[in-house]
């Protein structure tokens, strides 16, 4: 079979099961498989594919079909210009969220203790670490699977950073300038409601934040306060709804310069806040 045919087989098996970006995701598998770019494609689709590379591309592609992630299928996702392996412990990281890495980058000096509660595949504290090394980065999440996928990034990402396996900051010590998150923000009720991709693959536990959405923002502005230094920021990641209630919640907590931010689509994404009053 040639390479421009198989290109064909793979798009009607993506196409036929209504996945939205079917030609550029076949792109993907052609890449992955072939290890080939997409320029050199064009030079080369009139050459003949190997049966094991044409097998191993129709097995992708009809994973794909029953609309398993292709982040899932492949192992990997490109978050902040790195490479992060992924599996269906942790929840895939999403561009949006490199606006808050960004952030805290142009916030930070060097040097200063961050705290990433809810790490998943550790997208943003190894981020963190890996474009400011200075940076003392301690990574957290409940659950112990996604911790081994935090691991083995900053393991091949070489971002040297410490793991807690802690159910928010139970198992936490110490303070710290920053604390960030983006932690479980979606209404239960919504979840089924969601496409396939993320409510039949992804981790339910990286995506419930329980009756209103709001539970762990409650549990975690009310407890950093016991875990910031004195002018020490919390910068959290929300859904484009939440906005205004977390911010509320953070004024009532005693944060100030409460700030809401948007995303490059002009949606409600962050909100970071500083600890006001004499504590710690
Ligand atoms: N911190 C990870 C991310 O941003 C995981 C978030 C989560 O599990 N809710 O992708």
């Known amino acids: 079979m040639k390479l421009y045919e198989l290109n064909q087989q793979i798009s009607t098996i993506l196409s036929e099961a209504a996945i939205s970006e079917a030609s ?59 490479c992060f392996y992924v599996n269906e412990n942790v929840l895939i990281p999403r561009q949006d969220t490199e606006g808050l890495v960004e952030q805290v980058l142009a916030m930070a000096k060097g040097g200063e203790r961050i705290l990433d509660l809810c790490t998943g595949s550790g997208c943003i504290g190894i981020s963190l670490k890996k474009y400011m090394p200075s940076l003392q980065v301690t990574a957290v999440d409940i659950s112990f699977e996604a911790l081994a996928v935090a691991e083995k990034n900053a393991q091949s990402l070489q971002a040297d950073i410490t793991f807690l396996e802690s159910d928010l900051f139970d198992k936490v010590t110490g303070t710290f300038d920053f604390i960030v998150s ?14 396939p991709e ?19 923002y409650r549990k975690i502005i009310e407890e950093s306060k016991n875990y910031l230094n004195l002018r020490g920021m919390l910068c959290l990641e929300i859904g484009c709804h939440q906005g205004s209630a977390v911010a509320g919640l953070m004024k009532e907590q005693g944060f100030v310069q409460v700030e809401v931010a948007q995303d490059l689509c002009g949606l409600d994404r962050n909100v970071y806040g500083r600890i006001g009053g004499n504590h710690v």
């Open 198 to 216: 993320v409510k039949d693959h992804e981790p339910l536990l990286a995506l419930d934040g329980k009756e209103d959405g709001l539970y762990f």
């Open 24 to 82: 550029l995701e076949t792109f993907y598998i052609l890449e992955h498989v072939l290890k080939i770019s997409r320029s050199t494609y064009f030079l080369k689709k009139s050459e003949e594919v190997s049966k094991e590379a044409y097998e191993r591309c129709i097995c992708i592609a009809k994973e794909r079909s029953r609309h398993k992630p292709l982040q899932y299928i492949l192992g990997t996702q490109e978050f902040m210009g790195l």
């Open 182 to 195: 983006n932690p479980p923000y979606i209404e239960s009720a919504k979840i089924p409601t969601l496409m």
